[in-house]
């Protein structure tokens, strides 16, 4: 089935690729507008907006690379395949989404007591071409992003900074019709809360999956029950679950089977039962057929 499912796997991925680096692309200049016109203009929110387009284009880069070596083959080194990279890249991400968010927090404190010139026409059309900007690239992400996790993390991201544009976009409107100058330093501790929590989630699921914690979609109990009530199985214990990489889960369990029961007619059950009730690839299954009979067997990527 493995081979079957081949070129449609590498179909898939070089289409998130070039969804991932036409966004990456048009991240990366808007970045640069960004970050050359919060200076010039004095806009703290623009900065901040500019900080938040960094940290996506990393998350970018991060869903770029696992694209590129999503398809490269598994080795006697790296015998699930090249997928933690990415999420040690991301655990690097999400860190510096925090750095970030930090210090413009800081930057806007220091600001909401201070009066400062602010250029708001032209902090206005910066962040409305990196609203645009990071519409196009949703526009990119989304044709893939329903069977991609990676690529639908990258949107995450991206919807992220649009609403950042927005709050600069808004702060800019107040500036340039009410002089109200501390919506700009508003729109900076806005947009540094909408980092730290993007931040905090990357960082939660990056160390969860690092320390093969259970997956938080899935109920142990509820799995457990179920394969119980397969035929030839009396018991489940020792069950562990977790993720691989991203969309890559795997099981290992001891299954006591029920007398003359078929070792290898219920390892297969409660493997296809895992893999389409659960969309869990990778399966190894202890059986114990007897006082002191164990027998062990791991099922392959069947995707």
Do not use: C
């Amino acid at each position: 089935m493995a081979h079957s499912n081949s070129s449609h796997v590498h179909h898939h991925s070089r289409t998130n690729a070039e969804s991932l680096r036409v966004a990456f692309a048009i991240t990366s200049l808007v970045l640069v507008l960004e970050a050359v016109g919060g200076v010039l203009t004095g806009s703290v929110a623009l900065l901040a907006d500019a900080g938040h387009m960094l940290t996506d284009a990393g998350a970018l880069g991060i869903a770029l690379f696992a694209a590129r070596i999503s398809v490269r083959p598994r080795d006697a080194q790296k015998s699930f395949g090249y997928g933690r990279a990415e999420i040690l890249a991301a655990l690097a991400n999400g860190l510096l989404l925090g750095g970030v968010s930090v210090g413009i927090a800081l930057e806007s404190f220091e600001r909401l007591g201070t009066r400062h010139t602010i250029a708001a026409g032209p902090m206005i059309a910066i962040a409305s071409i990196g609203l645009v900007a990071n519409l196009v690239s949703a526009h990119f992400l989304s044709q893939t992003a329903k069977k991609n996790l990676n690529v639908r993390a990258a949107l995450l991201h991206v919807l992220g900074d649009a609403l950042s544009s927005v709050a600069a976009i808004v702060a800019g409107v107040l500036i340039l019709f009410w002089n109200v100058v501390s919506a700009d330093a508003i729109a900076g501790l806005v947009i540094a809360a909408l980092l730290v929590a993007s931040a905090f989630r990357l960082i939660r699921s990056s160390v969860d999956i690092l320390l093969e914690g259970a997956p938080g979609h899935l109920d142990l109990r509820q799995i457990a029950s179920e394969v119980r009530e397969l035929p030839g199985v009396m018991d489940i214990h020792d069950l562990h679950i977790w993720t691989v990489s991203e969309g890559f889960l795997a099981m290992s369990a001891h299954v006591d089977l029920r007398t003359g029961a078929n070792a290898e007619t219920v390892r297969r059950a409660v493997h296809r039962l895992l893999h389409q009730g659960y969309d869990i690839m990778h399966t190894t299954i202890q059986t114990e057929e007897g006082p002191g009979l164990l027998s062990i067997e791991a099922e392959p990527n069947s995707s």
